[in-house]
Structures are given as C-alpha cells and as structure tokens.
C-alpha cells in the first residue's frame, strides 16, 4: 500500500516559537493531503485540506495565519504552527487519499505529531 | 456538519471472544463509510471502505456491514486475539472526494 511518512514524531517547544511538521508521501504522488488534529479522548477533528499548488482549505475556526500549510509538491505538504500557545498542545496527523483516485478510496496516514508547547 | 458516534468508547474481552463494535452517522446526503485499525505508535489503517447500502465486507476474523438508510455500520470481530488489540475508527464521508469524518473510536483491548 501506499505510504505517508510524517516528521518530527513528537516535539516540545516554548511559547511564542513556530513549529514545522513535513508530511509525506514515499512512493506515490497526493494532490490532496489532509490534516487532523486530536485532543484527549477526542476523535480526529479536520483542520484542513491542502492542495499542491494552490491555497489550503481551511475548516471552521482554525485560523489559518497560525496554522500555514504549503503543499508545494506532489509528494510533500507541510504543516507550521506559528507563535506556538500550550493550547496548541495536540497530537497532528496528516493524510492522503488513495493513489488510484478513487473518490471512495481509503486515506493512507503519516505517524503523526505530538506537540507539546510549554 | 456529519457527527460520526462510535460505541461502546472501550471494552476489554478474553482471547477468543467475538465482539462487535457500532457506528452511527447521518443517513443523509451518505457516501462512504470507512472502518481504520489503530495499533498504539502505528498509522492508522484501512480495514474497510463500504458505500452501499446492505454491504457486508470481510477481512479474515474481521467484518463489516452498512446500513445507510438507518445509518449505522457494525464492525464484527470473531475469535479475538491479543494482536486484534487496538482503537477501531470510524469515519464517514457525505460527498465525493471530501474529507472524512471520524467517530471518536473504540479502544479494544484483548487479554490472553
């Protein structure tokens, strides 16, 4: 199957500092990738769909000055939070639809992102 | 705005035990449903994407059913194994090409 790496696993960062996490994918081509955020005992809550070469799709109330998304190329998008708050503190993960195109396919997931912001 | 409800949140069984698992989802505007196995430090993984209305799918011990004009899908394990220990995600999807929406999950843990 296909494979999403994601980077860095884990981080810890000071208030106020911006935090870049890569996303991914070996050995296909996404034109779509999306990002999720988690809380504790909460489900994967969308943040937004990022587009290669053109702007991101942000869902509501996620601001998307704090939370840049570049999605450059077809096998890399990335994710950076800036002026990073405890309340950004989150488990990230980014995602990729199915190569094939199929519109039902399955996602295919990086590992994920740990943040923590003291 | 979907809102996916997964349940039970957890249930811990005894090796060889077959359990099941449910997922409601708005029965409107449906058009995928999709099952992911979570194992602890891992990726999530596909086990199922099902968009008909009375489809069953299967993956060895591990199966699925659809019922979208009630809307709710039934995730099945037979003979439990501790390796069969993860959170179970559900997810729906009420457009093509869109992104989905998950369930909070149901965190199985199987004991030997």
């Known amino acids: 199957g296909a494979v999403v790496s994601q980077h860095p696993s884990w981080v810890i960062c000071k208030s106020g500092t911006s935090v870049k996490i890569e996303c991914r994918s ?4 996404a ?17 937004a769909t990022s587009n290669e070469g053109s702007k991101a799709t942000y869902e509501q109330g996620v601001e998307k000055d704090k939370f840049l998304i570049n999605h450059a190329s077809l096998t890399l998008s990335t994710l950076t939070v800036t002026s990073a708050h405890p309340e950004d503190s989150s488990f990230y993960i980014c995602s990729a639809r199915d190569p094939s195109g199929r519109a039902d396919g399955e996602l295919f997931f990086g590992e994920g992102s740990r943040l923590t912001v003291l | ?37 979570w194992e ?11 968009t008909l209305n009375g489809d ?12 979208t004009k009630e809307g709710y899908s039934y995730l099945y394990i037979k003979g439990s194994q501790p390796e069969d220990s993860a959170t179970y995600l ?13 369930g909070k999950g149901t965190t199985l843990s199987v004991s030997s």
């Not at chain 2, 559900?90 to 998950?102: E, K, P, W």
């Open chain 1, 31 to 47: 034109t779509t990738m999306f990002w999720y955020r988690q809380f504790p005992k909460q489900s994967l809550m969308l943040m």
């Open chain 2, 56 to 67: 069953e799918k299967k993956k060895g011990r591990i199966s699925a059913t659809l019922n």
């Open chain 2, 90 to 102: 559900c997810a729906s999807s009420n457009q093509a090409g869109t992104a989905l929406i998950f």
């Open chain 2, 1 to 37: 705005i979907l809102n996916v409800e997964q349940s039970p949140q957890s249930l811990h069984v005894q090796e060889g035990d077959s359990t099941n698992f449910t997922c409601s989802f708005p029965s409107s505007n449906f058009y995928a449903l999709h099952w992911y196995r």
């Open chain 1, 26 to 29: 070996l050995d296909f081509q």
């Open chain 2, 40 to 50: 602890t430090a891992k990726s999530p993984e596909a086990l199922f994407v099902m």
